[in-house]
């Protein structure tokens, strides 16, 4: 069963303009991740957000995570062509044992040079 | 350099045929995952192991089986192939326990069943 949701399904932004991707989701969290996918290839890991945390930043990317909307949101700041991918969220649900991941369904992300 | 490695990049098989896609990770990663993915639909949880010979089923276990003998090696295999079966499938491991960083990913097999 899909757990987060992304919004928007595509996204087509200019170089060196900012480009937001959203994400809800529906249960409990432990932690909510990012994760990137390149036409064709498999996904690799941005961020990871814990439950406790409101805010997190690696290099150009700001994660925000408000767990009583249920909602986390992805800011690429001064976007780059070589960021165009698939952009996934993943939680992790509490109350599991084995601390699976559970995916959306993604944002497609063009950026024109 | 740590990774998962698929052992296929694309595959093509009859229906009808078993299939058996192999994963393999060098990061002494205990759990282990099977996803598919399709248009529209993202991905799905086929399979995972927490253990050796240790295994859970997923969302959509149905048509498919998996073997972990050995901790570097999670396989899936397809009993009886059928053509709904065709898509990409990807490997991931990852180590045990809440919020450790994130899973790594295999680049992914693209299968397609004819």
């Known amino acids: 069963s899909q757990q987060g949701e992304e919004d928007p399904q595509a996204l087509s932004i200019q170089e060196g303009e900012n480009a937001t991707m959203n994400c809800s989701y529906k249960?409990?969290?432990?932690?909510l991740q990012w994760y990137r996918q390149n036409s064709g290839r498999g996904l690799v890991h941005l961020i990871l957000?814990?439950?406790?945390?409101r805010e997190k930043h690696s290099g150009r990317l700001r994660v925000t995570l408000d767990t009583s909307k249920k909602s986390s949101s992805l800011l690429i700041t001064a976007s780059r062509a070589a960021d165009t991918a698939s952009y996934f969220c993943?939680?992790?649900?509490?109350?599991?044992?084995?601390?699976?991941?559970?995916f959306g369904k993604g944002t497609l992300l063009t950026v024109n040079p | 350099d740590v990774k998962v490695t698929q052992s296929s990049r694309y595959l093509v098989k009859r229906t009808g045929e078993k299939v058996f896609l192999e994963c393999v990770q060098d990061?002494?990663?205990?759990?282990m995952f099977w996803y598919r993915q399709d248009p529209g639909l993202g991905l799905r949880l086929i399979y995972f192991?927490?253990?050796?010979?240790?295994?859970e089923k997923g969302d959509i276990p149905e048509g498919y089986s998996v073997s972990r003998e050995k901790k570097e090696r999670f396989s899936l295999i397809l009993e009886s192939a059928s053509t709904n079966q065709t898509s990409m499938y990807l490997c991931?491991?990852?180590?045990?326990?809440?919020?450790?960083?994130?899973?790594?990913f295999g680049s992914g097999t693209r299968l397609t069943v004819v």
């Open positions: 991931a491991s990852s180590y045990p326990g809440t919020g450790r960083p994130g899973y790594t």
């Open positions: 249960t409990s969290i432990n932690n």
């Open positions: 957000i814990r439950s406790n945390e």
């Open positions: 990061m002494d990663h205990e759990n």
């Open positions: 993943a939680t992790e649900n509490s109350g599991g044992s084995n601390y699976k991941l559970t």
């Open positions: 192991s927490y253990d050796v010979k240790m295994k």
